[in-house]
């Protein structure tokens, strides 16, 4: 069976600091992968997602970038946090070359910008 | 313009009283909607798939159906552990790498 694995579950930085966010995908092979954030009482804002190692596409322009260095690892990162940054922070997976298009959710991580 | 609408923003319901969530949507070339719970602090887990009008889907108190325009997720008899949010979204022709667009939720609570 598949599983996602995200951490760390919490963290609290200071504006300016720099960030590092871990995704990684066990039980599948070449999946896509998504990065998300939700703000406290919204839904599901997509940033970044990826449909093989190296290849990124960005949905909003903002302070935060991703890479996948490898099949099954997705990294959110960022060079200085704005207080905005602040969020819960989803990853999720689907089966790539499936008719079927859900998409599986990690467990989150929650950021605070101080 | 909102493309996935949920409402109500905010159900609380008596243990044991059915009720109806809704999802609208204003999109074309539907390729399937999705049913999500999300408990507080976790990550949205997956319900169901519903892919076209008249279709219905069941897991034990909850039954999720579809039209052209909206779907609805049925509570029959809910408990206190149905708690949660419930999010909807879609997946549309035209949206490379299947991705999917998010409605706002439903926070329901169930009193015991």
């Known amino acids: 069976s598949q599983t996602i694995h995200q951490w760390p579950a919490t963290l609290v930085q200071p504006v300016g600091s720099p960030l590092s966010l871990e995704c990684t995908v066990e039980?599948?092979?070449?999946?896509?992968l998504y990065w998300y954030r939700q703000a406290a009482g919204r839904g599901l804002q997509l940033l970044f997602y990826?449909?093989?190692?190296?290849?990124i596409s960005s949905e909003v322009p903002q302070n935060l970038s991703a890479s996948r260095p490898q099949d099954r690892q997705f990294i959110l990162s960022s060079k200085k946090l704005l207080l905005s940054d602040s969020g819960f922070y989803l990853c999720?997976?689907?089966?790539?070359?499936?008719?079927?298009?859900?998409?599986?959710f990690g467990p989150g991580t929650r950021l605070t910008v101080l | 313009e909102d493309q996935v609408t949920q409402s109500p923003e905010a159900l609380r319901l008596q243990e044991g009283e059915s009720s109806s969530l809704n999802c609208s949507y204003t999109?074309?070339?539907?390729?399937?909607l999705f049913w999500y719970r999300q408990d507080p602090g976790k990550g949205p887990e997956f319900l169901f798939t519903?892919?076209?009008a008249g279709e219905e889907k069941e897991k034990e108190r909850l039954k999720a159906t579809l039209t052209k325009k909206e779907s609805f997720l049925h509570i029959t008899a809910p408990k206190p552990e149905d708690s949660a949010t419930y999010l909807c979204?879609?997946?549309?022709?035209?949206?490379?790498?299947?991705?999917?667009?998010f409605g706002q939720g439903t926070r329901l609570t169930i009193n015991p």
């Open positions: 999720a997976w689907r089966k790539s070359g499936s008719s079927y298009n859900e998409q599986f």
């Open positions: 039980g599948t092979s070449n999946p896509n």
């Open positions: 990826s449909v093989g190692i190296g290849q």
């Open positions: 999109v074309s070339g539907l390729r399937g």
């Open positions: 519903l892919y076209s």
């Open positions: 979204a879609v997946h549309y022709s035209g949206q490379g790498a299947q991705k999917l667009v």
